[in-house]
Nanobody
Framework: QAQLVQSGGGLVQAGNSLRLSCAAS????????MAWFRQAPGKEREFVGG????????RYTESVAGRFIISRDSAWKTVFLQMNSLNPEDTAVYYC???????????????????WGQGTQVTVSS
């Protein structure tokens, strides 16, 4: 399993931006679909968005579409979650995840992902 290490996060005011990073420890990560999930206090973990392992196409949940952008670096070893126009409802612990092989398309189901980052707190103040 790939080891995923997250960085970024913190406290921001509503309307501002934040970027999260997720770095993989092995090259086999490059062909895998990657996704971001989040879990707010008292709520279930939910799909935020993901990026394909084949053509880097992306998909997002409706609540973040147009505000969040997922991308990969040129070496396909780091995935980013750029979060713009943040609001207090975006407050959560964010997790990156790698979809189990051999699937390179994005899935919104947590059960499809077998490698997870450690999670990072994002807090948006009003």
């Amino acid at each position: 399993q790939a080891q995923l290490v997250q960085s970024g996060g913190g406290l921001v005011q509503a309307g501002n931006s934040l970027r999260l990073s997720c770095a993989a420890s092995e090259t086999s990560f490059s062909s895998r679909a990657m996704a971001w999930f989040r879990q707010a206090p008292g709520k279930e973990r939910e799909f935020v968005g993901g990026i394909s392992g084949s053509d880097s196409s992306t998909r997002y949940t409706e609540s973040v579409a147009g505000r969040f952008i997922i991308s990969r670096d040129s070496a396909w070893k780091t995935v980013f979650l750029q979060m713009n126009s943040l609001n207090p409802e975006d407050t959560a612990v964010y997790y990156c995840a790698a979809r189990r092989k051999p699937f390179w398309t994005v899935s919104s189901a947590m059960s499809e992902y077998d490698s997870w980052g450690q999670g990072t707190q994002v807090t948006v103040s009003s």
